[in-house]
């Protein structure tokens, strides 16, 4: 699925979110649900940005609650984000396994003898 049916990024997003949604839309191609994840992150990031402006002008406990919440705020968006698994094509994924020429540490090659049952009487 491509992501021509959410060209233009969704109304109430920052400048900013607006220029981000741009240009991964333009890079990657996005599942339906994808998109809505990826428009709460950026969402979630203006909200954040937002409180910490408005934090600027309070002292005391109401600052704090505002850094607080653009704090949680940031920290939610970052939870939507993680779940998009964005890949870097310069950097291929790993394979699986160990990598060649690494050896078992000694007391990892003990415990593995351990787990074998072959080696039991009986």
Known sequence: MTNQGVANPPA????????VWRELM??????????????RALTWFDLADALQLE???LHGREKDAKLKAAG????????????LKFVDPTRPARRPGRPPGKTWP???????MLRRLDHADG
């Open 55 to 57: 934090a600027e002008g």
């Open 72 to 83: 949680d705020a940031s920290t939610t968006g970052l939870r939507f984000w993680r779940t």
């Open 12 to 19: 109430g997003l920052s400048r900013w979110a607006k220029e």
């Open 26 to 39: 333009a890079e990657n191609t996005f599942m339906p649900h994808e998109v809505v994840t990826f428009t």
């Open 106 to 112: 000694p007391m990892a090659a003990g415990a593995a």
